[in-house]
């Protein structure tokens, strides 16, 4: 999903992803697949739909790794890196503030523009219970000087 927005910063373009867990397709459907296989295939094809250098471009979403990696696989995590952390600034990397939790939903911007004010928005009920089982990201984002 992608759109072009009209901001104070000029025309920004907004993508966003949701890449498969590692177990999606693993259990179910006429060919069963591997872990992480699925999730491999759309980091493919999405490299193939993503610019060598997006300009004006935030893609965030639900990308299913935790970055730095934890539990992931080091040849899942690198894909992500060549796809997607070596053309955009990531972020929403490391334990993000103020819950000081690893997160799989990212926010990546292109080189041309910087995240300021990366934060957390929290997915617990305040008299307990989740809201979500993702709690939320967001940031502000300034051209980068």
């Known amino acids: 999903m992608a759109a072009t927005t009209q901001t104070s910063l000029g025309a920004i373009r907004i993508v966003g992803v949701v890449i498969p867990y590692s177990f999606a397709g693993v259990q179910y ?35 299913n790794q ?30 993000l503030h103020p819950l000081r939790r690893q997160s799989i939903d990212h926010i990546c911007v292109s080189k041309d523009l910087s995240p300021v004010e990366v934060s957390t928005i929290d997915n617990e009920r305040p008299g307990g219970g989740l809201i979500s089982d993702h709690f939320g990201v967001r940031t502000l984002v300034k051209l980068a000087a």
């Open 29 to 63: 459907g006429e060919v069963k697949l591997r872990p992480w296989e699925l999730h491999i295939q759309y980091l493919d094809a999405l490299d193939a739909s993503v610019s060598a250098e997006p300009t004006r471009t935030v893609l965030l979403g639900d990308f």
């Open 66 to 95: 935790r970055v730095p990696r934890k539990h992931q696989p080091s040849r899942v995590f690198k894909r992500l890196e060549e796809v997607l952390i070596s053309r955009f600034e990531l972020a929403t990397a490391g334990a």
